[in-house]
Structure formats: structure tokens, C-alpha cells
């Protein structure tokens, strides 16, 4: 087909499509997403919705035939809830640990012995508050272990005016093998003239093969009926 027939094909091509848009719209066919033609050398078309076979001489042309655009399709449904994530491990278990609070008043004595009170037990350790009268009252804390035990203790003193101790407090510190056998591991002693009670703080731990234990106290010498009184608290820590 020469150029100038093409040109006037293509001419009335669109001058039918014009016409049969309406045509074409209204009919099932029109729903088809691309029309066809025919065209003869003279420039007379025929318009198809399906593809045509075309007659000899006739040159065959198609285009597009987009309808509207469609509606919007609904909203997805939520996805499902994700899996909860996995437990983290727990911490490793802290070191169980055993407590106790004392708090113990005796007279002093000397006949038939010194009075004595328990002041705790803890991991295998007892401590005792000993009260005993010789020319002055003297208030003891005494331990008790298993065998290879030691006690180490520090005391500060004063009168409970707060001045010096008229009598010397020795020994002030002390280091102590504990065994069976009840032992002194600090001990305070009331004044004899002036100012007779002596107050004191002390704090001192015991060192066991399997534990520490660890403790704290006031302690006061002087007369009867208060003549020693020692309170305060001790811990034990598994070794």
C-alpha cells in the first residue's frame, strides 16, 4: 500500500471508529481490550472486536481499547500474630545467706560462774554472751566453731560519757583459732571508780572451712542489774 493510500485509510479509519465508538460501546464485543480493522487500498474500512482474517487486498490494523479503570479492590486482611519469642535462661541462683539479730542483758556474777546467754548460731558458729563479776564487772563474747575456725575481732571504747575508760581495754583486737571449745574473742571491762560503765562497738567476723560469718554489736560493762548487755546483728555466707 503506497503512502498517500495509507494515509487515506487511516483517515477514514478514524472517521469510522468516530462513528462506531457509540455502536461498539453498547455491544458485548465492545468489551474486548483491542479492535481490529480491515482496510482496502480505497481507503473503506471494517471494524471487528475479534480478530479478523482480512480478505486479499485488504491490509489488517489494531489498537488498544482500554476500558475505565476498575475499582479499588478491599483491604487485605490482617496478617496473623507473630510466635511470642523464646525465654531468655534464668541467672545463675545467688549465694543463700542466713541472718539473726541479738539482744542480751545478765547480771554479773562471780559464784557459781559467769552468766551466760546465747547470742546466735549460724552456719555451724555459736557466740555467747559471758557476764562475770571480779573486782569489776567483765562482759565477754565467747565463739564456738567447727575445728580450723578464726575470729578476728576490733573494739572501740569509751565511758557512756564518752571520755577514755578509766581502766585499759586490752586486748582492742584480736586474732583467735575457734574450736570446740567456747573461746573469748573480745570482752569489756567496767571501770572501778568515777564513771563505772564502759560502753563499746565492736565488729569481727569468723572464718569456718565451709562459711564466713560476719557481726556487729554494742556492747556496755557496768553495774548490776544491766551488768553486761551486748545487741546488734551477724550473717552467714556459704564459702
Known sequence: MSTTSLRRALMAL???AALTVGVLAGASSASASTLYACVK???T???FSKKPKCKKGESKLSWNNPGPAGKNGAGGKDGAAGKDGAAGKEGAPGQPQKGAVFNSTLESRFEPGPNVS????LSGVEVKLSCFFFLANIAKLEASGPASSRAETGLV????KSESPEVAQT???QDVAVGASPVAITQLTSNF???LRNIGHVNGSILTPSALVIFDAFMSAGPNPEGCIARGAA???PL
Open 14 to 16: 478514524i472517521a469510522a
Open 41 to 43: 487500498k480505497n481507503g
Open 45 to 47: 474500512a471494517h471494524l
Open 118 to 121: 546465747t547470742l546466735f548460731s
Open 157 to 160: 571504747a569509751t565511758n557512756e
Open 171 to 173: 586486748p582492742l583486737v
Open 193 to 195: 571508780k568515777g564513771v
Open 235 to 237: 550473717f552467714s555466707i
